[in-house]
């Protein structure tokens, strides 16, 4: 079974230049998930998405950060325009989207972004 | 606020010794899920473990092990036999059921010496 993937893997652009990352979930996973983990921390969830409604982006910089799921499958994450506090792993994870019970969140490489 | 503790940054350890690395947890939730997760320098969280709060029985897989104390609200996993490919950080979530919301904690990194 395939993971996660994540597209690119590393990213590096000047501040105030616009960047996309892309995620294409495990298959049959509702659930998507981005999330971004700075230098030693954990990761912080953005937005959640079931099927193609965000069902949480509490936590996403609206005034810079856009996400998409059109079709529930992939999915888009957008930062426009990058700061330099936005360096970070963006990481992408997806679950089954099972309501009431745990559901195991499997997470993709993740894009390095460096923004200089 | 719901929040995960873990308090040793870095751990090293001898290769086919166990090493133990703590995670304590503060909730008022009853029902909730906890997870290790391991990170190795190529970036993928991978699965390690998972534990439900209602089971007593603490869960094993394989060389991976928890020590599950819930009215300490403590979870350390302990990893015997250890390899030089257990070489990563580990992260500890907490899930309280049916938010879809994992708090990570911040992290221990492990070093596996040949």
């Known amino acids: 079974e395939a993971g996660v993937v994540q597209s690119p893997r590393y990213k590096i652009i000047e501040k105030k230049q616009p960047v996309a990352f892309w995620c294409n979930p495990i298959s049959g996973h509702n659930t998507l998930y981005w999330y971004r983990q700075n230098l030693g921390q954990g990761p912080e969830l953005l937005i959640r998405y079931e099927n193609e409604e965000a069902v949480d982006d509490s936590q996403l910089p609206k005034d810079r950060f856009s996400a998409e799921r059109l079709k529930g499958v992939d999915s888009t994450l957008k930062i426009q325009p990058a700061e330099l506090g936005d360096s970070a792993v963006y990481l992408c994870a997806s679950s089954l989207g099972l309501a009431g019970v745990s559901d195991t969140q499997y997470f993709g490489p993740g894009t390095r972004l460096t923004v200089l | 606020a719901q929040t995960v503790t873990q308090s040793q940054p870095e751990m090293s350890v001898q290769e086919a010794e166990t090493v133990t690395l703590s995670c304590t947890y503060d909730?008022?939730?009853?029902?909730?899920?906890l997870f290790w997760y391991k990170q190795p320098p190529s970036r993928q969280m991978i699965l390690v473990i998972r534990?439900?709060?209602?089971?007593?029985q603490n869960a094993t897989e394989n060389r991976f092990s928890v020590n599950f104390q819930k009215a300490a609200k403590s979870f350390s996993l302990k990893i015997s036999d250890s390899q030089l490919g257990d070489t990563a950080m580990y992260f500890c979530?907490?899930?309280?059921?049916?938010?879809?919301?994992?708090?990570f904690g911040t992290g221990t990194r492990l070093k596996v010496l040949a």
């Open positions: 979530a907490f899930y309280p059921s049916g938010t879809y919301k994992y708090i």
């Open positions: 534990q439900e709060a209602y089971k007593q």
């Open positions: 909730t008022s939730e009853s029902n909730y899920y």
